[in-house]
C-alpha cells in the first residue's frame, strides 16, 4: 500500500443559500480544491462523491458525472456514495484505498448537501430516512429523538449532566464565530444554551446540528507525487471505515457508538499512534451528546468521562486537546454529504497553520471522525504533516 | 401481530420536532423498551410519562406501532 497525500483543499461557506444549487455548490468546492493543488481537471482520474439525499431534498439523481461534468471531468469513474451522515467520509475511505492500492493517482473527493430548500418536517422526514424505517422511524423517531435517547441512558449510566452537553454547544459556537466559512457565527452563553427551544427531551435546540447547504474537496495523490502540487501536503497516516447495527434497539450499549471504537482501533494501527498522541480533532457532533461519546469512544478519555472533560474546558481552542476548531458541524454546519470531507479539511488547515483567527500551536496530529445515523457507519482518519 | 408483553423502559425521549407523518402527535413520549423476552423494541407511551427503569405493559398495536403504559 502507497501512502497517500491531501494535496488541495476547498470549501464553499456553509449556510443557507436559496440562490444556489446543488450542483454549482459541489462544483465550487471541487474548482477551490484543484486550484489550491494547482491540479488541472485533465488531470483527475477518479471523481468520488459523498451525497446522502439529493435525490429526496433536491430530486437530482445521477449526481457524480453531472457534478464532475460541471468541473470539465469527464470520461472517468466517477461515483457517488451515500452512507448516511458519513456519505463524504465514506467517499474519502474508499478513494484513499484506491490510490494508496495503486489504480488511480489523482483523484478528487467531494461531499455536498443542499438541504434548506425544503421545509423542517420534510427534512426530518430525510434525514430520519438513515434510520431503520420498519422500526425505530415507524415509530416516531427522528434523529434527534435517537440522540436524545442516547442522551438520557448515558445521563443514567453516568452522571452527564445537561451543563456537560451545554458546554460542547457553547464552545462549539465560540469557534464558529472565528471561522469565516461558519454557518452561525454566533457566540452563546450558557444559559441561553441551557434554556433552548425542547426538539427531543433533553436535547435543546442548542443540542443539535444545523441543517446547511454546503460543499467540501479535497485532491489526493501518492506521496511520491505530492510535490508536483502546490502547497504543504497532508500525509493520511490512518484511516478506517466501519459498520454497526442500523437500528438503536438493535445494538447492545447505546452509550457506546461501537463502530467508532472499532474504526479508530483500526485507523490507530495503521498510523502508529496511540488516542494520547492525538493533539486536535474534528469530531461529529450531530448533537452535542455525540461529541461527548466520541470523546469517550475514540480513547481520549475513559467511557463516562466525555461530559466532564468537556465542561472543565479540556477541548476548547486554548484546552489540551481542541475539539472542532472549525465551530464542528453545531456552528460551522452539517450538510450531512458534505461534513466527512468538511473536516478533513478543517484538519488540513490547521495542520498547514493555515487556521486564522482559531489556529492552534499543537498541530501537528489531528483526527477526524465522521458518523452515520447513530453510529451504523463510521470513518476515522488520522492525518499528519507530510 | 403477537403482543409484545410487559418490559421496561431502557431509554426514552419525549419528542417535539416532529417528522412529517407525525406532525399532528407532538409533544409524544418514544421509548425503547426491554421485554420481558430479552429483546427490544422501539415504541410510544400513552398516558403518564415513564421513566428509565419504570415497568410498562403493552396497550396495543395503532399503525403497527406498538404503544405502551406505564404500569400501575
Known sequence: ?386 | MTSPGSGTVYTETVVFSPPEAYVNDVPYQLAIIQLENGRRLTGRIDGEHARIGDKVAFVDFRNNVAFFRKAA
Open chain 1, 1 to 386: 500500500m502507497r501512502p497517500v497525500a491531501v494535496v488541495g483543499i476547498g470549501k464553499t461557506a456553509f449556510g443557507a443559500f436559496p440562490d444556489r444549487d446543488l450542483r454549482s455548490l459541489a462544483v465550487e468546492a471541487g474548482q477551490k480544491a484543484l486550484a489550491d493543488a494547482h491540479a488541472k481537471p485533465e488531470q483527475i482520474e477518479a471523481f468520488y462523491l459523498g451525497n446522502f439525499a439529493g435525490p429526496s431534498f433536491v430530486g437530482q439523481n445521477h449526481l457524480a458525472p453531472y457534478i464532475a461534468a460541471g468541473m470539465g471531468i469527464i470520461g472517468i469513474p466517477a461515483t457517488r456514495f451515500e452512507a448516511a451522515c458519513a456519505s463524504s467520509g465514506a467517499a474519502f475511505f474508499n478513494a484513499v484505498s484506491a490510490v494508496a492500492a495503486g489504480l488511480y493517482d489523482v483523484v478528487l473527493v467531494t461531499g455536498v448537501e443542499k438541504m434548506t430548500s425544503q421545509p423542517t418536517p420534510k427534512v426530518t422526514e430525510i434525514l430520519a430516512g438513515a434510520g431503520d424505517l420498519c422500526g425505530e422511524v415507524r415509530a416516531g423517531a427522528t434523529f434527534p429523538a435517537l440522540f436524545a435517547m442516547i442522551a438520557r441512558r448515558h445521563m443514567y449510566q453516568y452522571g452527564t449532566t445537561r451543563e456537560q452537553m451545554a458546554a460542547v454547544a457553547v464552545k462549539n459556537h465560540a469557534n464558529g464565530a472565528k471561522n469565516p466559512l461558519a454557518h452561525m457565527r454566533k457566540v452563546i452563553t450558557m444559559e441561553q444554551a441551557l434554556a433552548g427551544k425542547p426538539i427531543a427531551e433533553p436535547l435543546t435546540v442548542y443540542d443539535c446540528s444545523l441543517v446547511s447547504d454546503g460543499a467540501a474537496a479535497v485532491v489526493i495523490a501518492p506521496l511520491e507525487r505530492a510535490s508536483e502540487f502546490a502547497g504543504k501536503p497532508i500525509r493520511v497516516l490512518g484511516i478506517s471505515q466501519t459498520s454497526d447495527n442500523v437500528a438503536l434497539d438493535e445494538k447492545d450499549d447505546i452509550t457506546t457508538l461501537r463502530a467508532v471504537k472499532t474504526s479508530a482501533a483500526k485507523a490507530y494501527k495503521m498510523a502508529g499512534v496511540s488516542p494520547a498522541d492525538i493533539q486536535f480533532a474534528e469530531l461529529h457532533d450531530c448533537f452535542t451528546i455525540a461529541e461527548i461519546l466520541a470523546t469517550e469512544d475514540l480513547g481520549f478519555v475513559e467511557k463516562g468521562e466525555g461530559g466532564p472533560y468537556a465542561l472543565a474546558g479540556k477541548t476548547c481552542l486554548q484546552g489540551e486537546r481542541p475539539i472542532n476548531t472549525s465551530g464542528g458541524l453545531k456552528a460551522k454546519g452539517h450538510p450531512v454529504g458534505a461534513t466527512g470531507v468538511g473536516q478533513i479539511c478543517d484538519v488540513a488547515l490547521q495542520i498547514r497553520g493555515e487556521a486564522g483567527e482559531r489556529q492552534i500551536a499543537r498541530n501537528k496530529l489531528g483526527l477526524a471522525q465522521n458518523l452515520g445515523g447513530s453510529g451504523a457507519t463510521s470513518v476515522v482518519t488520522i492525518l499528519g504533516a507530510a
